[in-house]
């Protein structure tokens, strides 16, 4: 992936969302969206919760761990499947600004691309654990 062609990354999200859409139609089977002509479920299965403690926790989780830079830098792969598959899936996203949206994601690819796909099940299992 790039940056995207809008220089925001819009084209990148929008390509990544049609890939997800592939992958879940192929690992679901044509069926699961014939019966209703739907879109297959989505959504993250976390507590709702401010954008502030969700990005404390991812940002705190992304710096666990043998020391480096205050703040990574995240890839721009990462940033668009962050955005798609965690920030934009969270029950409260609706609910945060633009700007919180785009920290968590930061903090998320930089999750990603430091620990892969076990940095978002420990961020995952931190949200839950929540009191």
Do not use: C, K
């Not at 989780?61 to 043998?66: E, I, K, S, V």
């Not at 792969?77 to 700007?99: G, I, K, Q």
């Amino acid at each position: 992936m790039t940056d995207g062609r809008d220089g925001n990354g819009q084209d990148d999200e929008a390509a990544a969302r049609r890939l997800i859409a592939a992958w879940l139609a192929d690992e679901a089977g044509p069926a699961a969206t014939r019966s209703t002509g739907a879109a297959l479920p989505a959504g993250w299965n976390v507590p709702a919760a401010t954008a502030r403690e969700v990005v404390a926790t991812a940002r705190r989780m992304a710096l666990d761990g043998p020391a480096g830079p205050a703040r990574p830098t995240p890839g721009t792969d990462h940033l668009a499947l962050a955005r798609v598959l965690v920030v934009d899936e969270h029950p409260s996203a609706p609910t945060w600004s633009e700007d919180e949206r785009a920290e968590l994601a930061e903090w998320i690819a930089i999750l990603v691309r430091r620990f892969g796909e076990e940095g978002v099940e420990r961020l995952t299992a931190a949200l839950t654990a929540r009191p």
